[in-house]
């Protein structure tokens, strides 16, 4: 039987409690690490304001910026600074003029004993659940050397424990002031950092319980800071029933052996304009007709133009979204990180119960990524298992290079994902654009292994009967064979 794990107290921010596996343990202290400008002293204020949420007294010991600007600053977020208390010890403007003869910046013995016994007083007249020290590293110009300086924060550390007080506090990692050696004081660490492709948010240290591992993502909102945690998708499993999802074409259904299965990934390629958006929409159609709901996620084209494209195709999309039945979601790639996006895929699927999630394109969701090939693929293939494992129908649309020529299954080499893929082709037969439509791969059962010609009219898609007069299709040259002087269709 494994061992329970601790209460936790929670850090005000869902995406957090999450990584730290509920929140942090009562009674420690944790250490909140990054560059001015990251958003150390607003996590502060989450943490403080949800322990104010469940009736929990919360200090805020102030050791650098001016109160007026911290509450101020605050309450443009939403915070309620009068239900906190704050102990301000920030420097004032007389310390600088009242004698410039004085070395003010120096330490004394004087001067430490007396910030000592104002921190002492004010914690025990508040006898704080809750305490964020803003910046810890401040203290370094109370002490002569690092020694002192750890000393003194060993004490205060374990003075405010000793009240039963959890305890966040800040340092600005700088190289010129690194916080190496304030690790080891701590239960835990988190790391905010700013890499090329975002705000990252990590914790690298966490004593007496284990949290989610890697780099995760957060963004500073005008309510505070949003945190988005890297998806597992081992640890989200649903219940549902393996069946077919149909497409409500039955010869597209015969192409596919009866529809797409439950709970798979299914890659649609093809060049620019032959119809792949559309052809995946069709299966969100007739699912709304069964009452399922499905979403679109839309990175290369505006919502606009594609709700215009389908109603020319007599897909019913307005109707569709008046009756919950269809989401369609812009997404601008370069302002969203991959655990964002797989946030707003994770709240369609477990709040809303979408049956069917949509991504096109796949070449402008990696833009949200900004980063290698391996990082794209192990991103990719964590969203499409976690959407499997839920029971959720997946399809990818996938923007080949070559309008016509040589057949290129995807782009973006990353057909192994892909439980099926259906592949789109444009085709010039006698000086006439046509369009073609077959099965790659299926891994759960059987596929038709024809190719079908495709078209998109007014009344919406038309999938006709196998091309068999035709080869060459996927090499580039399609011609039309006289099967009479082949010898017909037994090959005699």
């Known amino acids: 039987m494994s061992p329970s794990l601790p209460d936790r107290v929670s850090t005000g921010v869902v995406g957090l409690d999450e990584i730290l596996s509920g929140g942090l343990i009562p009674e420690r202290s944790y250490m909140i690490s990054g560059r001015a400008g990251s958003g150390k002293t607003i996590l502060g204020l989450h943490f403080l304001a949800e322990g104010v949420e469940r009736g929990?007294?919360?200090?805020?010991?102030?050791?650098?910026?001016?109160?007026?600007?911290?509450?101020?600053?605050?309450?443009?977020?939403g915070f309620d600074t009068?239900?906190?208390?704050?102990?301000?010890?920030?420097?004032?403007?007389?310390?600088?003029?009242?004698?410039?003869?004085?070395?003010?910046?120096?330490?004394?013995?004087?001067?430490?004993?007396?910030?000592?016994?104002?921190?002492?007083?004010?914690?025990?007249?508040?006898?704080?659940?809750?305490?964020?020290?803003?910046?810890?590293?401040?203290?370094?110009?109370?002490?002569?050397?690092?020694?002192?300086f750890r000393k003194q924060v060993v004490g205060f550390m374990r003075f405010l424990k000793g009240r039963g007080a959890t305890v966040l506090f800040t340092v600005q990692n700088t190289a010129s002031q690194p916080t190496d050696d304030l690790e080891f004081i701590t239960d835990g660490t988190v790391v905010l950092g700013s890499e090329p492709h975002g705000k990252s948010i990590r914790v690298p240290k966490f004593r007496g319980s284990s949290t989610e591992g890697g780099d995760h993502a957060y963004r500073i909102t005008d309510g505070g800071i949003?945190?988005?945690?890297?998806?597992?998708?081992?640890?989200?499993?649903?219940?549902?029933?393996?069946?077919?999802?149909?497409?409500?074409?039955?010869?597209?259904?015969?192409?596919?052996?009866?529809?797409?299965?439950?709970?798979?990934?299914?890659?649609?390629?093809?060049?620019?304009?032959?119809?792949?958006?559309?052809?995946?929409?069709?299966?969100?159609?007739?699912?709304?007709?069964?009452?399922?709901?499905?979403?679109i996620y839309l990175f290369e084209e505006t919502e606009e133009t594609f709700l215009a494209r389908s109603r020319a195709v007599n897909i019913p999309v307005d109707r569709m979204i008046d009756k919950g039945t269809l989401q369609v979601t812009e997404v601008e790639a370069l302002e969203r990180s991959p655990q964002e996006f797989a946030r707003m895929v994770r709240e369609e699927v477990e709040e809303r119960d979408a049956d069917i999630v949509m991504i096109d394109g796949i070449s402008g969701y990696r833009l949200t990524l900004r980063g290698e090939e391996t990082t794209m693929l192990q991103q990719m293939h964590a969203l499409g298992r976690y959407l499997k494992n839920m029971g959720a129908t997946a399809v990818f649309v996938d923007e080949t290079r070559n309008v016509t020529g040589e057949f290129q299954a995807t782009m973006e080499n990353i057909s192994y994902l892909a439980d099926n893929i259906v592949f789109l082709r444009h085709l010039e037969i006698h000086g006439e654009m046509r369009k073609a439509v077959g099965v790659l791969k299926k891994r759960t059962s059987d596929f038709e292994r024809t190719i079908r010609e495709f078209e998109i009219t007014e009344h919406g898609i038309t999938v006709g009967e196998p091309m068999s007069n035709m080869r060459g299709i996927l090499g580039g040259t399609p011609e039309v064979v006289d099967r009479e002087r082949t010898g017909g269709a037994d090959g005699e």
Not at 87 to 95: F, I, Q, Y
Request: glycine share 8%.
């Open 82 to 148: 009068d239900a906190i208390e704050f102990l301000d010890l920030s420097p004032s403007a007389d310390v600088f003029t009242e004698d410039l003869s004085y070395e003010v910046f120096a330490p004394s013995e004087v001067e430490r004993e007396s910030f000592t016994d104002r921190i002492v007083e004010g914690v025990t007249a508040v006898d704080p659940d809750r305490v964020v020290v803003d910046p810890l590293t401040q203290l370094r110009y109370l002490t002569d050397d690092d020694y002192q």
């Open 56 to 77: 929990e007294t919360a200090l805020f010991v102030n050791l650098e910026e001016d109160l007026g600007d911290l509450k101020a600053n605050a309450a443009a977020l």
């Open 226 to 295: 949003e945190v988005y945690p890297a998806l597992q998708p081992g640890e989200h499993v649903g219940e549902y029933e393996p069946e077919q999802v149909s497409s409500g074409i039955p010869e597209l259904d015969e192409l596919l052996d009866g529809g797409l299965e439950r709970g798979t990934v299914t890659i649609v390629s093809g060049p620019t304009g032959v119809g792949k958006t559309t052809l995946s929409t069709q299966f969100m159609k007739e699912a709304a007709g069964r009452g399922e709901r499905s979403v």
